[in-house]
């Protein structure tokens, strides 16, 4: 049917990223996440001074010398990649759907371009019925929730609401479980395998799980499916949480701290993997790659390899089109499904 695909689009939201290296813009950007309440708990007025008075004058800085080390001449890694999706899930669902395949978007949770932004375009352009995948397979109220709070902010503000069926997770999915075993067996069958393998996921405050919070437990079904379709023993794999912020406990254990350990045990060669980010970002790039890679040497291991997320890579672009056809084919049809 000509034209079917302007009333119905994709929206595929990321966390976000500074638009430019310089202490401004980060400035700008961590004022906008980390004032979310979704993302830290702490009573606002406690909070606000934290933030205002130490983190945001002090920390910007450090972050610009932390992102110089993965910049790229096309921006940050997250946006040059989330934009690559874009356009390869584009051609697929064109390939498969053609005149009724929906228009792909992205948007992004902080920084640009703005949840509220791309659903006001889409609306402008008299799409009614919009898709919209978290890029977090693992469910968390400080990711996932914090797109349904913005989503539901915008709807508020519609005289005419479009019709919207947000994605809470896929972290079971099977087409995501064999993306992400795919792309570790193309990465052993070019490098050779380590001796051990390392699910490593951002982390949140213990808190947050002691609350009700689901994500560690979709961690572990990810890593336990993805373990089982590699064939893996227990003694093969093991799981941590990265990306540790402030002094609280947050959920353990401490992927800094495992990777310290497993290289005075023993392991020389370590392949880690970040299952929870659909892109590689400065918590892959940097801190694991750079970061972990030297505490993994500096406690006697020999090389620590980053297996890259799934990217645009085909697998990715397969997968995700598995998991959003049908909610496509559902808005299309005027029909709800959850």
Not at 29 to 56: C, H, K, M, S, T
Not at 202 to 227: F, L, M, N, V
């Amino acid at each position: 049917m000509k034209g079917f695909r302007t009333r119905t689009a994709v929206v595929l939201v990321n966390l976000g990223t500074p638009a430019e290296l310089t202490a401004s813009s980060v400035r700008r950007f961590l004022r906008q996440f980390l004032g979310d309440r979704r993302v830290v708990e702490i009573p606002r007025p406690v909070w606000w001074l934290i933030l205002n008075l130490f983190v945001l004058p002090l920390r910007p800085r450090k972050v610009v010398e932390t992102y110089s080390e993965v910049w790229t001449d096309a921006g940050s890694p997250l946006r040059v990649i989330t934009e690559q999706q874009v356009e390869r899930l584009q051609e697929r669902f064109d390939q498969e759907m053609g005149d009724t395949s929906p228009l792909i978007c992205h948007a992004m949770t902080y920084g640009e371009p703005a949840i509220a932004k791309v659903l006001d375009s889409l609306q402008q352009q008299g799409i009614r019925r919009i898709v919209i995948l978290p890029m977090y397979p693992q469910y968390s109220g400080s990711t996932t929730a914090a797109v349904t709070d913005q989503v539901a902010d915008y709807m508020k503000s519609c005289r005419y609401v479009p019709s919207i069926n947000l994605i809470g997770s896929y972290f079971w999915e099977q087409p995501y479980i064999e993306a992400l075993a795919k792309s570790i067996r193309e990465f052993w069958q070019q490098h050779g395998k380590g001796e051990k393998l390392l699910f490593s996921y951002h982390g949140i405050p213990q808190s947050y799980a002691d609350k009700g919070d689901p994500y560690p437990g979709h961690c572990e079904c990810t890593t336990g499916a993805t373990a089982a379709s590699l064939g893996l023993t227990e003694n093969d794999y093991e799981m941590s949480y990265q990306s540790r912020f402030g002094k609280a406990e947050w959920v353990k254990p401490y992927t800094a701290e495992r990777v310290e350990q497993l290289a005075k045990e023993g392991v020389k060669k370590l392949d880690v993997v970040c299952p929870a980010f659909a892109a590689d970002c400065i918590e892959t790039l940097e801190e694991i790659s750079m970061e972990n890679g030297e505490i993994f040497e500096e406690a006697g291991g020999e090389e620590l390899r980053l297996i890259p997320c799934l990217n645009a890579s085909q697998a990715h672009i397969d997968a995700l089109f598995g998991i959003l056809r049908l909610h496509v084919l559902s808005q299309q049809s005027g029909t709800d499904r959850s």
